[in-house]
């Protein structure tokens, strides 16, 4: 690779500055969780903001100017809608201008560059990015599948806050796919003959990793749909019992562990060395990790024969 472009790669872009900032604002807010609650003055805002869910039934009490901001969790649907459309068009977009050889839209390109996006004819590798966008992609649209016909919603709440900041995260997180994309002007510069040229063995590995992960979290979200059903498949309460089977036996939750798991399989895709991508999964990290620490708060609480051999996260660990 050319030194400018390697510089290039260095530079702290718009996108690596919010997923980076995101990444600290979720560390600094896990480290606070875990200090003991006499020593922080208590913000019932605060902590509306980072619960949601059974979390916030089961956290601290909440003043009525909080509960004007509910939003039903049941609305996480909307999340993944947004997502399959809008990253389904950045996937067609990609597609176009790989096999078509159609240039971006004047007003997506330059978006892009607005958010740093790097127009160099090296470094990455067109294939990664169109499987990480496809795999963005196919997670999305079987997550709302599961929304409709898995998952079983209470009468749970979530902050208006996080409502909006779900809808712009995945519009975000396909700009920073597509952004990863080597361009030469308004099209996709390919290295090589033709797009399969550029296969590489990480490409499988993180397709392999990506399909395990995906398998895992679509069981640990019938495990808990389940607890709500009977044998017959239908709804007979909304109550929180305690799961077993899968990787529920390591951690209280192993979805958001597959979740984590799923976007460092799109890191390996990307070569391992994807700066920007790792800031992305730095950020999933930590904020996974908040929101299983905050469950496995409620499960200990709430259950005084809960397995005491469980994690909150990470099997043996955390």
Known sequence: ????????????????????????????????????????????????????????????????????????????????????????????????????????????????????????????????????????????????????????????????????????????????????????????YVIGKNLLMQARWFHILGMMMFIWSSVHQYKCHVILGNLRKNKAGVVIHCNHRIPFGDWFEYVSSPNYLAELMIYISMAVTFGFHNLTWWLVVTYVFFNQALSAFLSHKFYKSKFVSYPKHRKAFLPFLF
């Open 1 to 188: 690779m050319a030194p400018w472009a390697g510089a290039e790669l260095s530079a702290l872009n718009p996108l690596r500055a919010v997923w980076l900032t995101l990444a600290a604002a979720f560390l600094l807010t896990l480290l606070l969780q875990l200090v003991p609650s006499g020593l922080l003055p208590g913000c019932a805002l605060f902590q509306d903001l980072i619960r949601y869910g059974k979390t916030k039934e089961g956290g601290p009490s909440r003043p009525a100017a909080c509960r004007a901001f509910d939003v039903p969790k049941r609305y996480f649907s909307h999340f993944y809608i947004i997502s399959v459309l809008w990253n389904g068009f950045l996937l067609w977009s990609l597609t176009q201008s790989l096999f078509v050889g159609a240039p971006f839209p004047n007003w997506l390109h330059h978006l892009l560059r607005i958010l740093g996006a790097a127009q160099f004819r090296g470094g990455e590798l067109a294939l990664s990015a169109f499987l990480v966008l496809v795999f963005l992609w196919l997670h999305s649209l079987r997550r709302l599948f599961e929304c409709f016909y898995v998952s079983v919603f209470s009468n749970a709440m979530i902050h208006v806050v996080q409502y909006c900041f779900g809808l712009v995260y995945y519009v975000l997180v396909g700009l920073t796919v597509l952004s990863q994309v080597p361009m030469d002007g308004r099209n996709v």
